[in-house]
């Protein structure tokens, strides 16, 4: 397959800038450090609404154990006690 057609026409956009690596992580950091002040911001705000959410976090997260640890349970009743 040939583009040979394609590449008579000639050049007509922008020459892309390619970031270093250290460029993205900087960039990714800052992106980070925002999102975190906009969550702190918001916490401070609403200091009931986030302790709710913590606390709706918290016991998601123990029923989710809850029903996992027993469905690891031995059905045999003696065998649990011996």
Same mark, same amino acid.
């Given at each position: 397959?040939?583009?040979a057609?394609?590449? +008579?026409? *000639?050049?007509? *956009?922008?020459?892309?800038? !390619?970031?270093? %690596?250290?460029?993205?992580l900087? !960039?990714? %950091?800052?992106?980070?450090?925002a999102?975190i002040? %906009?969550?702190?911001?918001?916490? !401070?705000?609403?200091?009931?609404a986030?302790?709710?959410?913590a606390?709706?976090?918290?016991? #998601?997260a123990?029923?989710?154990?809850y #029903?996992?640890?027993q469905? +690891?349970?031995?059905?045999? +009743?003696?065998? +649990?006690?011996?």
């Amino acid at each position: 397959m040939s583009f040979a057609g394609d590449l +008579r026409t *000639g050049f007509t *956009g922008d020459v892309e800038r !390619k970031d270093s %690596a250290t460029e993205k992580l900087n !960039k990714a %950091a800052q992106s980070a450090q925002a999102e975190i002040g %906009a969550v702190a911001a918001h916490a !401070k705000d609403h200091p009931s609404a986030t302790a709710m959410s913590a606390l709706t976090i918290a016991a #998601v997260a123990f029923l989710a154990g809850y #029903v996992l640890g027993q469905g +690891r349970r031995e059905t045999n +009743r003696w065998d +649990r006690i011996w």
